[in-house]
């Protein structure tokens, strides 16, 4: 599986519009499905969560290969269900991500950055 994935994030609907976001969900999924069989993901997963006082309801990982995950935002199939649960959510997001091997990776920069930034203190 891929290091790199888009996290799409969702909080609560807009009254009125459950059915509406129960659509685009359903859409988003078979946009996805055909993008995985198409070779363009390697694969996704939804999470949802339990009640919690928080804004995020749940939220989607799609894991795929840097350049074709920055490409896929940019088709029209998945920017159209991105637009439409936009509307349909109070809170929508879509982020980019690091898993696996990728997460070490990011710590160990994340530490080098830190060492420059103490460094500069320290001359200063």
């Given at each position: 599986m891929a290091d790199t994935a888009l996290f799409l994030g969702w909080g609560g609907t807009y009254p009125g519009r459950e059915r509406l976001a129960r659509e685009t969900y359903t859409e988003l999924v078979d946009v996805l499905n055909r993008l995985k069989a198409e070779g363009e993901i390697e694969g996704f997963e939804t999470v949802l969560l339990a009640p919690h006082g928080g804004e995020l309801d749940g939220f989607m990982l799609v894991y795929g290969e840097p350049d074709k995950l920055a490409t896929l935002q940019m088709r029209d199939a998945l920017n159209r269900v991105q637009?439409?649960?936009?509307?349909?959510?109070?809170?929508?997001?879509?982020i980019w991500a690091v898993t696996g091997d990728e997460v070490k990776a990011e710590f160990e920069l994340l530490d080098e950055v830190v060492e420059h930034y103490e460094r500069e203190a320290q001359l200063a």
């Open positions: 637009m439409r649960a936009r509307l349909d959510h109070a809170k929508f997001s879509v």
